[in-house]
């Protein structure tokens, strides 16, 4: 049963357009107050109100600093995000041939879109965080837009755009999205990853990250997706249920979907609600610290005395 409280949004859900919601929750992670609603039509979950007097500015020269201390990655950081490329190129490479032209929206420090091209695919980045692209740029060699998704202007069309964990910090999602698709040639794919609000291994108090604009469920990225205009290929969870990863393609007609939302919103806050009392029943959660420090230190190990280059390179030669 629904005991969360009711309320008027101070915006309205991007899918649904509806302003009415429940809260789900009234502080972040850190303990500082944010307020999480879900849409009572959609089921979509998103911070409100905005926490950013301009959002973008705080992307082009702080949240880097305020999420990982630093205004450019660190070796460990340099190497975990290489890790993480190479999944992502490995599930990616059977969407594209080796003639695609590729673009990685939110490039971050660059890892994805050089071991892209160092795989032999033409790849780009665009990035509105200053410190991390000039970082990419200078240290990767790689190309990259310094700028944010509403103010890019591409001169070609693109056969695929990525976008791995920077939805959710999107405050205008349709919109950026619907702007991005303008690039991508008629039949290409958009690849996006996010995290799975509903994965039940994380903590309720350590699900609500203060950038996070947006927490999706299959449902809702799937129906937000087709508010775009993209027809959805797949999308479904991986990394053992921790991550969302969707494939949506560009048809000729790019129109808002009408099709009904199969998602029931109660039955997503029924899955939280109970989340939040079941994780600590889960004896494997009381162990995360082990597989953690061991790839802590494998990271340190592996990235040591070592420059960008060098540790991508050794990751990319690694699956040779």
């Given amino acids: ?15 649904s357009n509806s302003n009415d919601a429940w809260v789900v929750s009234e502080i972040d992670r850190h303990g500082k107050r944010l307020r999480n609603v879900m849409s009572s039509k959609s089921g979509l979950i998103f911070v409100d109100p905005i926490p950013f007097e301009n959002t973008e500015e705080f992307y082009k020269s702080e949240y880097r600093k305020s999420y990982k201390g630093v205004h450019q990655p660190k070796p460990k950081h340099i190497y975990r995000a290489g890790r993480l490329a190479l999944k992502r190129i490995s599930r990616i490479e059977p969407l594209i041939d080796k003639l695609s032209v590729c673009l990685d929206a939110g490039s971050s420090s660059g890892e994805f879109v050089y071991l892209m091209r160092k795989s032999g695919y033409e790849a780009q980045g665009v990035e509105a965080n200053e410190p991390y692209a000039v970082f990419s740029k200078k240290n990767l060699d790689i ?82 997706m087709r508010e775009v205009g993209l027809e959805v290929l797949r999308c479904d969870d991986v990394d053992g249920g921790a991550n969302i990863w969707g494939e949506f393609r560009k ?60 540790i991508l390179d050794q990751l990319h030669e690694s699956l040779a």
Avoid at 1 to 15: D, E, G, H, V
Avoid at 161 to 173: D, T
Wanted: proline residues 8%.
């Fill in 143 to 224: 190309p990259v837009s310094i700028t944010p998704f509403s103010k890019f202007k591409p001169e070609r069309e693109f056969d695929l755009i990525s976008m791995f964990h920077v939805l959710e910090h999107l405050e205008n999602p349709i919109r950026d999205l619907r702007y991005l698709a303008d690039s991508l040639r008629v039949g290409g794919t958009m690849v996006i990853e996010v995290p799975n609000i509903l994965y039940p291994d994380m903590a309720f108090s350590n699900k609500w990250h203060p950038a996070h604009l947006f927490s999706y469920t299959v449902e809702s990225l799937s129906s937000l």
């Fill in 251 to 310: 048809v000729q007609e790019m129109n808002p979907s009408t099709k009904e939302n199969s998602l029931q919103p109660e039955r997503v806050l029924e899955t939280i609600q109970k989340d939040k009392i079941f994780y600590y029943f889960r004896f494997q959660n009381y162990l995360k610290f082990i597989p953690k420090s061991i790839r802590q230190l494998k990271e340190k190990i592996h990235s040591k005395k070592k420059s960008p280059t060098e």
């Fill in 1 to 15: 049963m629904n005991s969360c409280a009711t309320l008027i949004t101070t915006r309205p859900c991007p899918i």
